[in-house]
């Protein structure tokens, strides 16, 4: 069995994320649609939506390590009367630049494992 490469879409973007770091590029993978949340509403631009919100907390502390990687984990995003969970980190260890790894409407959450992390 082959498996298909993940598709990501790189974004121009400028958020302030946790006070201290700006952000001018935000790259979303298609997790959300192998997993299938694209059939919960999510899409790219409604994940743009979502992190450009990070202007708004003054800060987030990542909720665990896998590697050298800091794993974010933000949760109960308000949107359109519903809240969201998105998984993301620094991608390759870069301060100006998120990788959005999944997101999904909260009432789904489900146990993280590791396997979302990678």
Do not use: A
Not at 34 to 62: C, F
């Amino acid at each position: 069995m082959v498996e298909k490469k993940e598709k990501i879409w790189t974004y121009h973007c400028k958020i302030l994320f946790s006070s201290s770091w700006e952000i001018r590029q935000l790259t979303i993978t298609d997790h959300f649609v192998k997993s299938g949340h694209d059939k919960h509403g999510i899409t790219n631009e409604l994940i743009r939506k979502l992190m450009n919100k990070l202007n708004e907390i003054p800060t987030m502390k990542p909720k665990k390590k896998v590697g050298n990687r800091d794993i974010y984990v933000w949760e109960r995003i308000p949107y359109n009367n519903k809240k969201y969970l998105i998984v993301f980190w620094f991608k390759d260890d870069r301060e100006d630049h998120l990788w959005v790894r999944t997101c999904y409407p909260q009432k789904l959450k489900k146990k993280l494992r590791e396997t979302n992390y990678k």
